[in-house]
């Protein structure tokens, strides 16, 4: 029997917290460290340096990302009457907030969201940029609250400078950071209660799925594909912890064994065709057009077990990329598939 | 200077026995990378094999490889239009930029001068951003980065020429300069604007050459084939030209009209390698160069030269880029500029010293 989370008899949520990337994940993986302004590592820009960062879930991965309850002392110039719950107007220029705060009843607060935010359908999308956050575009919506998921300037400094509150909240590197976030946010909006039964519940879903996964006696293989010239990633990375919770081997790990590329290698064609993965996952439909057709007609693809049995499946890149709520769903994808295989 | 000897002797003996052997070293080299390439990756197939499989592909012929499929199609359909590509792609930029450098006497021209850079990456950026579906089964993002990279050409060319005066080679450069500023000016607009198929852009302009096919072969070939003949064509008039525009005239040649004609040919070829393979640097203002050096500056042959150590050198600088980090993939353009950035400088501390 897969045990849930892979931690035998231990208690899942600490289980998972100790799977560190290799120590890439900046002050994340403790998930207590305060997220004031100054905190964040920077970095230079460059096509190479851009192209990695854009990558899938690793949106933001120079930016430390943000967890626990003490995430609120970055409330600055907010006055102590605010506390517990004084937020009225939020903004979320981060997808994966805004998908949180809907999950934890703060979403009636939120008043205006990025133009990536697509999810949940009622919520306020704008044309904010989440890539090139702009102070004054945000301040135009008066709020008391914003919530980042990356600092590319001064942004956080601007918005405290004119006395609103802000979260910063980068990408997770594990499902605790997820778990972490979701109670940041929660003690942040006052939504306490709220943020505590969506991590319970999340908890006790993912625990079934995985407890759901088939035995084998030999563990299935995978690859997860974020665009069409081959990026994917390693099992080192936040996805690659919600595919071995289905039981599933990554076939790309020997392309950044060191984590020099964060966890997302370009995979060498020749390397996946003969790694020959037993399951395709593509997390490029939206962005990059492409189906289980599309894959089968790639020069030499014909001969991978995958297209030959059917199991490339089709993925929603923006659930396959964000670690937010919907993480249960793209989990339950995954088991599903590896179940369908027999 | 390399280039002086180059003025006083146009004719630098083409057809001499130093000439022939080093053509025979450039089809040297081709064989030699080709075989390199189609036989090294991330997965060892051993050579024997490799060259049994590509045997069997030949008509008429049949040869058992004992390969199983997955390493048929790594051999076929994933190495060898790997190596033609290579092969093609360094061949044209190295090639148009000996011409450019020819046509315009200075050794800082490349490939890219007139803007093909900066059209093909706004037109690979329209394609990306529009979605634009596959037009009769082939990729329309090369096609579009084509049609912009030709585009930018033109309207260098057109906008250094004013009521019929053809300008100065400055002139058209300027004006290249401009449009280039002008093209990635909206390019960089347009990819603002749609800020979530950034990756796919930074993914074209880093290159496309790690999943390229025969596909791309098939699409690059004509226009590959109208560049390769003109440029060889073109080696005597780049002779005449490189003596001065007075004495050209006074030969025969209408300098003006001769290098436009060569600047559309080289043009068509970078523009074509571009729209296949993304931004490759540095092997279209080095490798005529090292060739100038090594064999002289007589463009009989430094053009074949160039075409024949061009598509050398890429298709090594390919091998490197996929088993370097094996089995990740490192960008070309990576390579050719880290081997070809320090080369150029001992080039120019040479030229400095002579």
């Known amino acids: 029997m897969l045990s849930p989370f892979g931690g035998g008899e231990s208690e899942p949520a600490s289980a998972v917290r100790t799977r560190h990337p290799r120590g890439k994940g900046i002050g994340s993986a403790d998930g207590q460290r305060s997220c004031r302004s100054g905190d964040h590592t920077s970095t230079t820009g460059g096509p190479t340096v851009m192209a990695h960062k854009i990558l899938g879930p690793l949106l933001v991965v120079v930016i430390a990302a943000c967890g626990g309850a003490e995430a609120s002392s970055a409330m600055s110039g907010v006055p102590a009457a605010a506390e517990p719950a004084g937020h009225e107007r939020i903004v979320s220029i981060s997808t994966v907030a805004t998908e949180m705060l809907f999950a934890i009843d703060a979403g009636d607060r939120v008043v205006a969201v990025d133009s990536m935010s697509n999810y949940p359908a009622e919520a306020p999308t704008t044309d904010l940029s989440g890539y090139q956050p702009n102070v004054e575009a945000i301040l135009g919506f008066a709020p008391d609250l914003v919530v980042l998921s990356y600092d590319p300037g001064d942004v956080v400094a601007g918005l405290e400078a004119a006395g609103v509150a802000t979260l910063l909240q980068g990408a997770a590197y594990t499902l605790a950071d997820t778990y972490d976030q979701i109670t940041a946010l929660g003690a942040i909006t006052g939504n306490v209660d709220e943020a505590a039964a969506l991590v319970a519940g999340m908890q006790s879903e993912m625990a079934e799925l995985a407890a759901s996964v088939q035995e084998r006696d030999e563990p299935l293989s995978y690859y997860h594909e974020l665009d069409d010239t081959l990026y994917t990633v390693t099992s080192s990375t936040f996805i690659g912890e919600v595919y071995a919770l289905a039981g599933l081997v990554n076939a790309a790990d020997a392309a950044d064994p060191d984590g020099a590329s964060w966890g997302y290698p370009q995979l060498s064609a020749e390397y996946l065709l003969d790694a020959d993965p037993d399951l395709i996952f593509l997390a490029d439909t939206r962005c990059c057009s492409q189906t289980a057709v599309t894959v089968a007609e790639r020069p030499g693809w014909e001969t991978l077990t995958a297209v030959t049995n059917g199991t490339v499946v089709e993925l929603d890149d923006d659930v396959a990329s964000r670690w937010g709520p919907r993480i249960v769903d793209l989990l339950r994808v995954i088991v599903d598939s590896v179940n369908a295989i027999s | ?354």
């Open chain 2, 1 to 354: 200077m390399t280039s002086e000897a180059g003025r006083l002797n146009p004719d630098g003996g083409g057809r001499s026995l130093l000439g022939i052997r080093w053509l025979l070293a450039g089809v040297g080299a081709v064989l030699v990378s080709a075989v390199i390439g189609v036989a090294t990756g991330p997965v060892a197939i051993p050579l024997g094999q490799v060259i049994r499989e590509l045997l069997d592909r030949l008509p008429l012929l049949e040869v058992d490889s004992s390969l199983s499929a997955a390493d048929r199609a790594i051999v076929w359909d994933l190495r060898a239009p790997r190596v033609v590509l290579g092969l093609l792609v360094g061949a044209l930029l190295a090639g148009s930029g000996a011409a450019y450098q020819g046509v315009f006497r200075n050794p800082l021209a490349d490939p890219y001068l007139l803007g093909i850079a900066a059209g093909a990456g706004l037109g690979a950026t329209i394609a990306i951003v529009a979605e634009l579906r596959d037009v009769l089964g082939v990729d329309p993002v090369p096609l579009v980065a084509f049609a912009g990279a030709l585009m930018a050409v033109t309207a260098a060319g057109t906008l250094s020429v004013r009521r019929g005066r053809v300008g100065s080679p400055t002139t058209l450069i300027l004006a290249g300069v401009a449009v280039a500023n002008f093209f990635t000016a909206i390019q960089t607009f347009v990819q603002q604007q749609n800020s979530e198929t950034l990756q796919q852009v930074f993914a074209w302009i880093l290159g496309r050459l790690s999943t390229a096919g025969w596909a791309e072969v098939r699409l690059l070939l004509p226009y590959a084939a109208v560049c390769v003949v003109g440029l060889v064509l073109a080696v005597g008039p780049l002779d005449v030209l490189a003596v001065g525009d007075e004495e050209a005239s006074t030969l025969g040649l209408r300098p003006r009209a001769a290098r436009r004609a060569i600047l559309a040919v080289a043009s068509l070829g970078a523009a074509a390698a571009v729209a296949v393979s993304g931004l490759i640097g540095f092997v279209g203002l080095v490798v005529p160069h090292a060739v100038r050096l090594v064999a002289g500056a007589s463009h009989r042959r430094v053009i074949p030269l160039s075409l024949l150590f061009g598509g050398a050198f890429l298709a090594l600088a390919d091998v490197v880029a996929r088993t370097v980090q094996a089995p990740a993939e490192l960008p070309i353009g990576v390579i050719t500029a880290f081997v070809g950035a320090p080369f150029f400088l001992v080039i120019l501390r040479r030229q400095m010293a002579s």
